[in-house]
């Protein structure tokens, strides 16, 4: 089997269904590292006229799933906390930045921060994964 090569993996991200589906758009991945961005819209209101919690989450795991699986290593998340500090607006383009800050052998930590157009805090998240070793990995 052939290593994907970085543009590949960008690639491959950038045709993420769901991420279709929100209209997530993924800004730039690099190895450890990724930014995802959506337009908030009025239809992500929940029931309570605030913009739902999924959707922030969303932007955030998918930026969080970019950056982890940039290294070339299937990376699984095994856990995500999240914390929403402040509402996010329809109208408004909230960024997603998910960012490395441990590097193990079999697990990896990475920070994720969204925020909105203004700069404005949103929610910061923290994600580990379980990076597979390639003979671990199912063929398909």
Do not use: W
Not at 77 to 84: A, C, L, N
Not at 94 to 110: F, K
Not at 117 to 127: N, Q
């Amino acid at each position: 089997m052939k290593q994907e090569t970085l543009d590949e993996f960008r690639e491959r991200v950038s045709q993420d269904n769901f991420a279709h589906l929100l209209g997530i758009e993924m800004d730039e991945v690099r190895k450890g590292y990724a930014r995802a961005s959506l337009l908030i819209e009025n239809r992500f209101r929940n029931f309570s006229g605030y913009i739902h919690g999924g959707v922030i989450f969303s932007l955030a795991d998918q930026a969080f799933a970019a950056a982890s699986n940039s290294r070339g290593i299937l990376s699984l998340g095994i856990e995500v906390s999240t914390s929403f500090i402040s509402s996010a607006r329809v109208g408004e383009r909230l960024t997603a930045v998910a960012r490395q800050v441990h590097s193990g052998r079999r697990i990896s930590v990475y920070r994720i921060e969204v925020k909105s157009t203004s700069g404005r805090l949103v929610a910061i998240c923290r994600g580990t994964v379980y990076q597979k070793t390639r003979k671990e990995i199912p063929s398909q």
